[in-house]
């Protein structure tokens, strides 16, 4: 506790003198770019890893960034995802999953949850993977199938999503993007999964393809200079 006392301490005296502009900006209100739904894992830090400035993003947090099917009980991803989507007109919404998740690993060893029916109960947002791990998963090694699973779960999410009426309605509208990550703890890599080429691809060799397009794409608009020839009177 005296780290995240001294660290507040810091951000008091030394960041917010430095953005005091930004945080007397966003007193005023909010305009976030994205909803971002993450897991709740301490080593998956939204801001950081989107190098974001406060006000960028509006976040929801879960284990195994999970989203629930809407018709239950009224809930805080239910409601956050009605807030960000009806009240603050977000663009985007991403789902990130991330690599060494405990409740993705939880889901293929159930039986190690016990003392943990909170866990279990929550994990049951993803029981439509149960025949995946069950048959197909379970001929992989084990890291393998964990990392499918992860993959997999983010895209089972990202159809969750569509169902609620808030994001099925903006997506009609085209006034909404879903996008689904993994990120790569150990490397810091994201992969994003192309939703036309039912794929994933790196997102660094994906954002790196997309600027040389645009380079290209400036380059031929850039208007030819004319040859000036020597002035002749």
């Given at each position: 506790?005296?780290?995240?006392?001294?660290?507040?301490?810091r951000f008091r005296d030394q960041v917010m003198p430095q953005k005091k502009t930004l945080f007397t900006q966003l007193s005023g209100g909010q305009s976030p770019q994205a909803l971002f739904i993450s897991c709740a894992d301490s080593r998956v830090n939204p801001n950081l890893l989107t190098q974001t400035?406060?006000?960028?993003l509006f976040i929801s947090r879960n284990a195994g960034n999970m989203v629930p099917l809407p018709g239950g009980p009224p809930g805080g991803e239910s409601a956050t995802i009605e807030y960000a989507?009806?009240?603050?007109?977000?663009?985007d919404i991403i789902i990130c999953g991330h690599t060494f998740c405990g409740a993705m690993a939880g889901l293929l060893h159930p039986e190690k949850l016990g003392g943990l029916p909170q866990v279990c109960g929550w994990l049951d947002h993803a029981r439509e993977l149960k025949p995946w791990i069950e048959g197909p998963g379970a001929k992989l090694?084990?890291?393998e199938r964990l990392n499918e699973l992860i993959a997999r779960?983010?895209?089972l999410q990202l159809e969750h999503l569509k169902a609620h009426p808030a994001v099925a309605e903006a997506l009609a509208e085209k006034k909404l993007r879903l996008m689904g990550w993994v990120y790569h703890i150990e490397?810091?890599?994201v992969d994003i999964h192309d939703a036309v080429k039912q794929k994933w691809v790196c997102m660094t060799d994906m954002a790196r393809q997309q600027m040389g397009r645009e380079l290209h794409v400036a380059a031929a608009l850039k208007p030819t200079e004319k040859q000036v020839g020597p002035v002749t009177y």
């Amino acid at each position: 506790m005296t780290r995240i006392i001294q660290g507040f301490l810091r951000f008091r005296d030394q960041v917010m003198p430095q953005k005091k502009t930004l945080f007397t900006q966003l007193s005023g209100g909010q305009s976030p770019q994205a909803l971002f739904i993450s897991c709740a894992d301490s080593r998956v830090n939204p801001n950081l890893l989107t190098q974001t400035e406060p006000g960028d993003l509006f976040i929801s947090r879960n284990a195994g960034n999970m989203v629930p099917l809407p018709g239950g009980p009224p809930g805080g991803e239910s409601a956050t995802i009605e807030y960000a989507v009806k009240a603050l007109k977000v663009k985007d919404i991403i789902i990130c999953g991330h690599t060494f998740c405990g409740a993705m690993a939880g889901l293929l060893h159930p039986e190690k949850l016990g003392g943990l029916p909170q866990v279990c109960g929550w994990l049951d947002h993803a029981r439509e993977l149960k025949p995946w791990i069950e048959g197909p998963g379970a001929k992989l090694p084990e890291t393998e199938r964990l990392n499918e699973l992860i993959a997999r779960n983010v895209l089972l999410q990202l159809e969750h999503l569509k169902a609620h009426p808030a994001v099925a309605e903006a997506l009609a509208e085209k006034k909404l993007r879903l996008m689904g990550w993994v990120y790569h703890i150990e490397s810091g890599e994201v992969d994003i999964h192309d939703a036309v080429k039912q794929k994933w691809v790196c997102m660094t060799d994906m954002a790196r393809q997309q600027m040389g397009r645009e380079l290209h794409v400036a380059a031929a608009l850039k208007p030819t200079e004319k040859q000036v020839g020597p002035v002749t009177y």
